[in-house]
């Protein structure tokens, strides 16, 4: 019976991982759509019914381009580091809380710090090993903006666990049933949102692939697989940070059709911003980093330890 019950395990992962690459999928089909419609065009819409086959096409064309190799790049370093990328993006979805038949955390949040502190050392290890001066620097930025918003994005997260006082996500779930964090704590899920979109690399902080600056940023070297493989782990740590700010302060996890709509909208926030806003000033990221949100999740922190040792 025990067997049963880890091949059970390993079905439900498995589920999980092709619906999050079929999300992904289609996120970026939803981007594409939407950014179309900002800028008052049709986005992509030949290729089946309104467009709806287009991500297939693009798996199609990225893995069966021809590879190429920079001459003096760590073959090594380079060739794993998007693989790695996206295994992580993928380890982390472990953390969902379902109720049944899948692994229960209650270390969860611990767990979900130490994958999104690795993910920094896939950045930084495909920038300096593919030997470019702009990839170089695209993953220096990448290492410096990520550090920086991790500091804070920690400390948001734990004024969020002083509500629960557990470090089991389904607790979210049972402390939300009457009233969501997200009106307790309005201006610190405002910091969380901006605060996700620095961690993955979006705009309006999207410094480590700035086009007009860096080329390409950290990818410049990078085609076919090697490319497809990290867009696919930076979308779907998207919708893993779309999942968490759900789960945090919208009501958490639930397997209903409100959920769905939840963690839409939230995704489409992350599509919206990128149509709207222009790319922020490096030295102005940090100083938002260091000097605007540390303080405020400090704060935070300081009055919720008050009301619980009251």
């Known amino acids: 019976m025990f067997l049963l019950d880890i091949y059970m ?6 589920i ?26 049709k986005g992509p819409n030949k290729l089946g019914f309104m467009g709806i086959m ?3 096409s693009d798996a199609i064309k990225l893995f ?13 370093c380079y060739y ?15 953390l969902v809380p379902y109720y049944f038949n899948m692994i229960s955390f209650n270390l969860g949040v611990l767990f979900f710090f130490c994958s999104i502190s690795l993910g920094v050392y896939t950045v930084m290890i495909a920038g300096w090993s593919s030997n470019s ?26 004024s969020s666990l002083l509500m629960i006082m557990d470090f089991n996500f389904l607790m979210f779930f049972m402390y939300q049933k009457l009233v969501w964090f997200i009106f307790f704590m309005f201006p610190l899920s405002l910091c969380w949102i901006s605060s996700m ?3 993955t690399n979006r705009t309006p902080f999207d410094f480590a692939e700035g086009e007009s600056e860096l080329v390409s940023g950290f990818n410049v070297e990078y085609s076919r697989g090697g490319f497809a493989l990290i867009f696919l782990a930076k979308y779907s740590s998207i919708l893993f940070m ?24 939230v995704s489409f926030l992350f599509i919206w911003v990128r149509g709207t806003l222009p790319r922020y000033r490096y030295d102005k990221l940090m100083y938002i980093a260091w000097k605007g949100y540390l303080p405020v999740s400090l704060i935070f922190m300081y009055f919720g330890l008050k009301l619980f040792l009251m």
């Not at 968490?244 to 963690?263: A, D, P, Q, S």
């Open 64 to 76: 069966t381009k021809e590879q190429t190799y920079p001459n003096y790049s760590n073959y090594f």
């Open 54 to 56: 287009q991500p297939f």
């Open 16 to 41: 999980l991982i092709l619906g999050v690459l079929i999300g992904v999928a289609f996120l970026t089909l939803l981007e594409r759509k939407v950014l179309g419609y900002i800028q008052i065009r």
């Open 197 to 199: 979109m620095a961690e």
């Open 9 to 14: 395990i390993f079905i439900g992962l498995l």
């Open 133 to 158: 001066n702009y990839a170089l620097l695209g993953g220096l930025r990448a290492v410096a903006q990520t550090i920086s918003y991790e500091v804070s994005l920690a400390l948001i997260f734990m």
């Open 242 to 265: 779309s999942f968490l700010f759900i789960l945090v302060y919208v009501g958490g996890y639930e397997l209903n059709l409100l959920f769905y709509m939840k963690l839409t909208m």
């Open 80 to 94: 794993f580091s998007p693989v790695i990328s996206f295994l992580m993006s993928l380890v982390i979805w472990m």
